[in-house]
Structure formats: C-alpha cells, structure tokens
C-alpha cells in the first residue's frame, strides 16, 4: 500500500510545481505633473562663477553586458592650463571626494564647484589605479559668466513616487503622489530635501541613486525645509509594492487568477471544462457562486449575473 501511495503522491506533486504561477508585482502608480508655481522658482539656478577645468561623467563600469556603478566620478577631459591641470589630473583619474564630500554623479560634482569662492583653496581626494590621495587645487574666476544650467525634472517611481529637481542647495519635491511615501509623511510639494540619512544631497540623480539601493519599505531620515524656513527632519518609509498572486492551478483540480488591479477574480474547484464542481467569480462588489454549473446565486449582481 505504501508504495501505490508513493507512486500517486508523486505526480501530484510534480504537477504542482509545474502548475504553480508565482506573484506578480502590481504596477507603480504614476506620479502627478509639477504644479506650475513649484515649478516657476526652481528655474532660478545659480550660474558658476568659477573655473576648474576638468569635465567628468560616471564612474560606471562602460560595459553594457555588466554596467555597475562604482564611487566617485571619472574625469573625462582637463583642459591645458586650467587648475585640474596645474595639481596633475589627468583623464581617468577618478574624484572620490570635492570639499570634503563624497561624490557620486556630474550633477553634484558641478554643485559643489559652483558653491566655491574664486581663488579659494578645494581639497579633492583622488584615485588613479590603486592609490588614492588627496591634492589641493586653487580654483580661479571664470573668464566669462556661463550660462545658467538647464535642469530637467527626473522622476522616481520606485522609492518616493516624486518628481526631483535641484534647487534651493538640495533637492525639490516638484511633485508627489497624494498616497505615496512623502504625502503620507507630511513633506509636501515644494519642499526643498537637504539630507537624506544625515548625508548631504546636491543632485536629483544622487537622490535617486541613495534611495533606489535601499529595499522598498525601508524607513529613512528626511531633512527638508521649504523655502525660507527652518528645517526639519521627517521619518519617511519609501514606497514597497504590494505582491499579489495573479495564478495559482493545478490543472482539473484547483485553480485561482486575479487581475492585477484586483478588481476581478475566479476561484475554480473540479473543472472538468463543460462542467465543475464549484466555482467562484468577483467583479468589484459583485459576487457569483455557481454549483455544478446549474446551481447559481449573486450578491450585488451586475455584469456577471447578466452573463449567466
């Protein structure tokens, strides 16, 4: 007996396995347009007033069969006889940190030289292979006065369900999803984010980086202002995805499918194609219960019962 038993167990159980459609994550919610208010006073930038000389992108890995990020930004071009020329750069030396905070992206890069005084001394912390070492350099006033950056909005639909400019020496919430992780904290829209986690944020592109490593739900510090005001600090639980089961069969047997939305879904035991033994289907408030095909009753009934 105990062998029979095995030998029926068995495919079962295989069946199972083969049968059994895993979670699917619902979709992200989409994130509102910028009120055009909070988007009129982003657009006074500050124009650089100093000259460095070095042009610099992402320190990313250059392969897009393995792209990784890693720390610091690679210098790309130093023009002759410019500051980063005089101290030694040269292309492919990577700056780890400017004034003595870390740098991970161009935007923040640019930031921090702009916040310098012409003819000031800036520490940078340099790597060029293996070592790494600090050079003072002395930036100089620019020759001519540059145009002020063109910034572009860069949206995060993952962790903060916000639209980020920079502006006001952080970064802007141009806009956020009333039931997303900043609405719910009280931050609202206009709000300038100085710090995340005590560490300074100068860019959208280093915002988004800091939080898109983080799990979805994890909880983080805040530090935000709106203009002209004190700041604060604000607790805030970046947005997790629900996980919700679409599919789940085991052929003849059992089975159940629900739409991503939630908003409809069916229960079936013993389907035997033209005929089952139970079966269970909801469409919003509706429900439809039906026993060996003929026996049927709704609550709330609506399309489905109209079907029948």
């Known amino acids: ?9 068995a495919p ?10 895993a979670c699917t994550m619902v979709p992200t919610r989409p994130i509102p347009e910028p009120l055009p208010e909070v988007l009129a006073w982003t657009q006074a930038q500050p124009v650089p007033t100093v000259f460095f000389g070095a042009e610099v992108r992402e320190n990313d890995s250059g392969s897009l069969d ?15 006889g410019s500051p980063a020329a005089q101290v030694g750069m040269r292309a492919g030396d990577v700056v780890l940190q400017l004034a003595g905070e870390e740098i991970n992206d161009p935007d923040s890069f ?55 400019i920079r502006g006001g020496g952080g970064v802007v919430i141009l806009a956020s999803h009333p039931e997303g992780p900043l609405a719910k904290s009280g931050i ?6 100085t710090h ?15 939080v898109l490593v983080k799990e ?54 013993g389907d035997l194609w033209l005929i089952w033994l139970f079966k269970y289907q909801r469409e919003g408030r509706e429900h439809h219960y039906s026993f060996l095909r003929f026996i049927t009753w709704s609550t709330n009934e609506g399309l489905l019962g109209s079907e029948q």
């Open 110 to 164: 640019e930031v921090l030289l702009a916040l310098q005084v012409p003819d000031s001394a800036l520490i940078l912390q340099v790597q060029r292979g293996d070592a790494i070492f600090e050079i003072e350099a002395h930036v100089r006033e620019a020759a001519m006065p540059a145009s002020p950056p063109t910034l572009v909005a860069v949206a995060e639909p993952a962790r903060t369900l916000a639209r980020w």
């Open 188 to 193: 609202p829209n206009g709000a300038i984010v």
């Open 216 to 269: 979805p739900g994890t909880d983080v510090l805040m530090t935000w202002h709106m203009p002209s005001n004190k700041s604060q600090e604000t607790h805030v639980t970046l947005y997790a995805p629900d996980n919700r089961l679409l599919e789940a069969t085991l052929p003849v047997v059992i089975g159940y499918i629900s739409s991503a939305d939630g908003e409809s879904s069916t229960l079936y035991v």
């Open 1 to 9: 007996m105990r062998s029979i038993t095995r030998r029926i167990h």
């Open 196 to 210: 995340l986690d005590g560490a300074p944020v100068r860019s959208e592109r280093a915002l988004v980086r800091k």
């Open 66 to 80: 393995d792209l990784f990020f890693a720390p610091g930004v690679r210098v790309v071009t130093v023009a002759d």
């Open 12 to 21: 079962l159980l295989g069946l199972t396995l083969l049968s059994f459609t």
